[in-house]
């Protein structure tokens, strides 16, 4: 009779993912999730200009009342550190800590080929760390990706949205896509 054996996963906590990347063994993008280290896909131009445009639009709404985070480490507790394309998250000193998701308003991920793993494993990792509003901007079929605290009801948006927490910042989602 044989048995079936499955490989061992070595899950590793933020702080010895921190320690790799300082010993060098870690050559590539990459984000820690559920303790496990994903490489990162490298970003197109189309994902880059989505980004920018983004990042601008929020930028010039945020008033004071949000910041925005362009592709840097959030915290989502001891073994998982996503590295989102965007977030609006509570303004503030964070020189000790990245933001986590109680600081959190809205996390976007902007998606070209990680669409399912966008509407998989890091929606699963988002609604259960607690984030409030979670958007993937699928840049294929030219349509957002809308999950919202608590139930996290799916709706796909091809026209325009507001982060629910700030109505007044809209994105008109045809001239994003143009």
Not at 65 to 81: A, E, K, N
Request: aromatic fraction near 10%; charged fraction near 25%.
């Amino acid at each position: 009779m044989s048995s079936i054996r499955y490989p061992t996963l070595h899950r590793f906590s933020v702080e010895q993912y921190y320690e790799l990347g300082e010993l060098g063994l870690l050559d590539r993008r990459t984000e820690l999730l559920e303790g496990l280290i994903t490489d990162m896909e490298p970003i197109g131009p189309w994902h880059a200009n989505i980004g920018d445009i983004l990042s601008r639009i929020f930028n010039e709404g945020a008033r004071g009342r949000f910041s925005v985070r362009v592709q840097y480490p959030i915290d989502l507790g001891r073994m998982s550190q996503p590295q989102p394309d965007l977030v609006l998250y509570r303004p503030g000193l964070w020189r000790w800590q990245h933001p986590g998701a109680a600081d959190i308003s809205l996390l976007i991920e902007i998606s070209e080929s990680s669409l399912t793993f966008d509407l998989g494993e890091k929606l699963a990792l988002y609604k259960n760390a607690g984030i409030k509003e979670y958007w993937v901007i699928d840049l294929n079929a030219r349509q957002l990706h809308c999950f919202a605290a608590p139930a996290y009801k799916h709706r796909t948006l091809s026209d325009s949205i507001s982060p629910a927490v700030w109505p007044d910042v809209r994105i008109d989602l045809q001239e994003l896509f143009a």
